[in-house]
């Protein structure tokens, strides 16, 4: 055993305060995940960093659909890297900790949907517009993501592969497909051109409807590549990352 490593008891066998594993037909063990001492700070590390980008993005950049700046972007996306890594890195693995889960649906049905809701019914001019777009693309669907990322982790599921959720959970929203399909599910005619911020970024301005569906055709096998990758060997190789088990 090298310094600084933790052996974790198997989920078979009864851990910490007599709590069995599953072959006990007791329920509720906790799993910790075996890693390098170097590596068992890096859940809180990244929560703590993300939490604060999160915060620097809420308070100290525009509530707006345009990107102003490219680094807005980045600092939105790397404050979500962060939360992510922070999931994917949490060290317990419990049926006991499902209420975690619970969490953002607090959060969702006592601010978000409430505040979503008031722009729909008290802003007929669209006077608020801007704000109601930060809500539902820079709260709302990176919300949705993280919650299944961090339900799949409580519930065993491992490091990389809940990595590769939260990832492709960003790519597809920002492929394009959804401002293709916007003009699909709702009653309007298909523009010539799509003007959408997320693209224009990389494409330097509006794009006609046809290099739209070429750019989220384009995302397809990034999408794909990132799902096989075989980002539990790299973590395993670099932090002595064992897998996890899901607990009972």
């Known amino acids: 055993m090298t310094a600084g490593s933790e052996i974790t008891p198997s989920p078979t066998r009864p851990t910490g305060g007599g709590s069995a594993g599953p072959g006990s037909g007791r329920g509720g063990g906790v799993v910790r995940i075996t890693m390098h001492a170097r590596a068992r700070h ?3 590390i990244a929560l703590v960093t993300g939490g604060a980008g999160a915060a620097f993005v809420w308070l100290a950049t525009p509530h707006a659909r345009e990107i102003a700046q490219t680094w807005q972007l980045g ?22 900790l499902h209420w975690l889960v619970y969490v953002p649906f607090v959060f969702f049905t006592a601010y978000l949907l409430p505040r979503i809701s008031f ?40 490091p ?14 920002f492929s394009g497909l959804l401002d293709l399909m916007w003009y699909f599910v ?13 693209i224009s970024v990389f494409t330097g ?37 064992a897998p996890t088990e899901p607990a009972p």
């Open 119 to 158: 722009f729909y019914y008290m802003d007929a001019e669209r006077a608020q517009h801007d704000s109601f777009y930060t809500h539902l693309y820079l709260l709302l669907y990176p919300g949705i993501v993280l919650t299944v990322a961090a339900a799949y982790r409580l519930g065993g599921g491992s």
């Open 75 to 96: 600092v939105k996306l790397l404050a979500f890297a962060c939360l992510c890594v922070a999931i994917a890195f949490f060290p317990w693995a419990s049926s006991r």
């Open 186 to 198: 709702n009653p309007i005619e298909l523009p010539e051109v799509i003007d959408a911020p997320h």
């Open 160 to 173: 990389g592969n809940c990595l590769k959720i939260a990832v492709n959970g960003i790519l597809i929203v």
């Open 42 to 44: 890096i859940w809180w």
């Open 205 to 241: 301005g509006p794009i006609s409807y046809g290099a739209t569906i070429l750019f989220a055709l384009a995302h397809v096998p990034i999408v794909v590549g990132v799902a096989l990758l075989p980002l539990d060997r790299w973590i395993g190789r670099s932090f002595a990352v």
